[in-house]
């Protein structure tokens, strides 16, 4: 049965990916600061420590869980969402700043390293990136930054040499908002109609996974939902 990792598999959106997989016939793992029982097995970091040491620490629990099978797919779900710009209260710009630094690019870093180990040939990379990002987010700059990084990782991770099994593939989905219940609850008077259903990017990724649905290995996919229609387009 083919295994794949969901990191961030206890938010909104990773749990819609972890049940979407276990309902495939994949086996699940789930990494995240949280257990999500749903998932097969679970991997559990912390925001202590350093890169290099969480990194260490969630390859080694990957290693053992997986001996010497390898992954099909490893989607990097994992982040956030801060506003602020450089006129905020220093601590609270800055902080909020290495807070998505942290969420969005720290846990991708990691997600590309396991998949460096333990991705099997010809499989899938997904990280999460942010339309808004494309451009300038003065009202959102350590959001901004994060992600922008993000969408450079894919770049990097596609190119020749960058440590990837061979025929690998590696994108970032680009949502406006995700419709999950943290941002219902932050944002009870949007119009949700506008938002991506966690369900539609699952099926989306299970297309990559799968090959059902062509992928340019390094093209950003934006994912714009109007009338509660998802249309993901591979940009340019």
């Given at each position: 049965m083919s295994k794949l990792v969901v990191y961030g598999g206890a938010g909104g959106l990773g749990r819609a990916l972890v049940q979407h997989f276990k309902s495939k016939g994949y086996t699940v793992i789930n990494i995240d600061l949280v257990e999500n029982k749903d998932a097969d097995f679970n991997?559990?970091?912390?925001?202590?420590?350093?890169?290099?040491?969480?990194?260490?620490?969630?390859?080694?629990?990957?290693?053992?869980l997986l001996g010497a099978e390898k992954l099909c797919g490893i989607f990097c779900v994992a982040g956030g969402w801060a506003g602020g710009n450089s006129g905020s209260k220093v601590l609270d710009f800055l902080k909020s700043s290495e807070l998505m630094i942290h969420q969005s690019v720290n846990s991708s870093l990691i997600a590309a390293n396991i998949a460096s180990k333990h991705l099997q040939t010809g499989g899938l990379l997904t990280l999460t990136g942010a339309l808004a990002a494309l451009d300038a987010t003065p009202g959102m700059i350590g959001y901004g930054i994060a992600k922008a990084a993000v969408h450079h990782l894919v770049k990097d991770l596609a190119a020749p040499s960058s440590g990837l099994p061979e025929g690998c593939k590696v994108t970032a989905v680009l949502?406006?908002?995700?419709d999950t219940p943290m941002n219902r609850k932050f944002m009870p008077d949007a119009d949700f109609g506008m938002w991506t259903s966690p369900a539609d990017i699952a099926t989306q990724l299970e297309g990559y996974l799968t090959g059902q649905l062509p992928l340019t290995s390094g093209k950003l996919v934006s994912a714009v939902t109007n009338g509660g229609v998802t249309k993901f387009e591979q940009l340019e």
């Open positions: 991997t559990l970091t912390c925001t202590s420590g350093s890169l290099s040491e969480q990194g260490h620490a969630i390859d080694e629990s990957i290693s053992s949502p406006v908002t995700i």
